[in-house]
């Protein structure tokens, strides 16, 4: 199952892809921030939305 994981305050896409990646990868990725808006990202989750990609 797709993958996309987004920046909850600016909507930027971290992650995106077929395979599963844990979040701290993810976190890891981006040395701990957006990219796009620069929020500090967080390995608690807040508000998760699960929904199929098209």
Same mark, same amino acid.
């Given at each position: 199952m797709p993958q996309r994981v987004i920046c909850q305050q600016c909507g930027c896409i $971290?992650?995106?892809g077929? #395979? $599963?990646k844990p979040?701290? #990868?993810i976190l890891?990725?981006?040395n701990g921030k957006c990219p796009k808006c620069g929020k500090k990202l967080s390995l608690i989750p807040i508000?998760?939305?699960?929904?199929?990609?098209?």
């Open positions: $971290l992650h995106e077929p #395979e $599963l979040p701290d #990868e890891h990725m981006h508000n998760v939305d699960v929904n199929p990609v098209k």
